[in-house]
Nanobody
Framework: HVQLVESGGGSVQNGGSLGLSCAAS????????MAWFRQRPGKEREGVAT????????YYADSVKGRFTISQDNDKNTMYLQMDSLQPDDAGMYYC???????????????????WGQGTQVTVS
């Protein structure tokens, strides 16, 4: 079983930046894939970005390409999302997700991920 805890959410002005963190604990094995999802007002949950263990591959939704950067610590159990040039339509609840499957897919599809954090709120004014 894996516990995920997000941090770093808050409020920024239009065009500002925020950095989110996700810490994984509770497993003897490192996570193999970690992902960020978000829920924006009036919209369905959507994938934002994913990263393979060791940073061997990344994925970004078209809506955030060039503005958001996903990264991972060497221990593979901490993930970050650096968000730059934030816009009001980026506001919402951001969730961390992870799976432990070696050689498995790592893309922003919610059914792939059995472990989820509680979320962290992002507001942009």
């Amino acid at each position: 079983h894996v516990q995920l805890v997000e941090s770093g959410g808050g409020s920024v002005q239009n065009g500002g930046s925020l950095g989110l963190s996700c810490a994984a604990s509770g497993s003897k094995y490192s996570v193999k894939c970690m992902a960020w999802f978000r829920q924006r007002p009036g919209k369905e949950r959507e994938g934002v970005a994913t990263i393979y263990t060791g940073g061997t591959g990344t994925y970004y939704a078209d809506s955030v390409k060039g503005r958001f950067t996903i990264s991972q610590d060497n221990d593979k159990n901490t993930m970050y999302l650096q968000m730059d040039s934030l816009q009001p339509d980026d506001a919402g609840m951001y969730y961390c997700a992870a799976h432990l499957r070696s050689g498995g897919a790592c893309y922003a599809s919610a059914p792939l991920f059995p472990f989820w954090g509680q979320g962290t709120q992002v507001t942009v004014s």
